[in-house]
């Protein structure tokens, strides 16, 4: 019988990947790795990204590339603006020093997050390779930074991929308690505004679940991507006026407790 790691598909630069479906199921050592190796190039990125795959590793691995079964995402018709939360964007946006930005500081926002701690983790996965790859990303237009800037500093921030209007979130963080949720309140704001149905989260954490994240089986998930990808990108630009769109879905339901 063949280990799990002789059955891992290794990638030359260029190659294609195999179906997301072939990742590794709940009984493998480790649940939605589909292959190693490759290249971390716009190319490929765009390629992995565009098929629901998404490269994830540390220091002294290779590139690792998953494609995890269920799929966290954000639906952003289903983003819980807690009462708490509702109060701090009042008053971030009734400041004059205080506003959302879009690829101003793509480079600083990557680079906060590597260096953001995460819990149980000692380490970071965006290792220098990936804040380079992520960058020429950026300089193709796929890869944007949603930024929380306080009096002209950069408070916090997160950054995502962008194909059509298939958006998938990276990672986030934060200099100034809730700025990170500010930046992400922000992008549900815009994608409301831009009819982008979903945010990939990629993996369940506890954080996104109380801010209405929720996982889906990876056949759905596949095929929202396959659509949406295929639709019109937006201009990634943002304006005060899609606060608004926070404000409508707020009277459309009742607001959670904070």
């Known amino acids: 019988m063949q280990s799990p790691a002789s059955r891992l598909p290794w990638l030359t630069p260029g190659e294609s990947f195999p179906p997301a479906a072939e990742a590794w199921g709940e009984h493998d050592p480790a649940p939605g790795l589909l292959a190693a190796g490759g290249a971390l190039n716009v190319a490929t990125l765009r390629q992995a990204y565009s098929h629901g795959i998404f490269p994830w590793f540390s220091t002294g691995q290779p590139i690792l590339w998953w494609s995890p079964d269920p799929r966290m995402v954000l639906h952003t018709a289903e983003f819980r603006l807690h009462r708490s ?26 680079r906060h997050c ?4 995460r819990p149980g983790q000692s380490g970071t996965w965006i290792v220098p390779d990936m804040v380079r790859a992520y960058e020429a990303l950026h300089r193709h237009g796929t890869a944007h930074s949603i930024e929380t800037w306080i009096d002209g500093q950069l408070a916090g921030g997160l950054y995502c991929v962008a194909i059509g209007r298939a958006v998938f979130g990276e990672s986030m963080f934060t ?8 930046a992400l309140a922000a992008l549900v ?6 009819q982008i149905p979903i945010i990939d989260c990629q993996q369940n954490t506890a ?10 089986p990876r056949a759905a998930f596949l095929q929202q991507v396959a659509r949406n990808a295929l639709l019109p990108g937006p201009t990634w630009e943002f304006k005060p006026l899609y606060w608004c769109e926070l404000d409508r879905a707020a009277l459309a339901k009742p607001q959670a407790s904070a």
């Open 85 to 110: 939360l509702r109060k701090t964007l009042a008053n971030f946006q009734a400041q004059p020093g205080c506003e959302v930005r879009f690829d101003t500081a793509f480079g600083e926002v990557i």
């Open 114 to 117: 590597a260096r953001s701690p």
């Open 175 to 182: 200099r100034v308690s809730d700025a990170s949720k500010i």
């Open 189 to 194: 704001a815009f994608c409301r505004a831009q």
């Open 207 to 216: 954080h996104l679940a109380t801010l209405g994240a929720r996982e889906i």
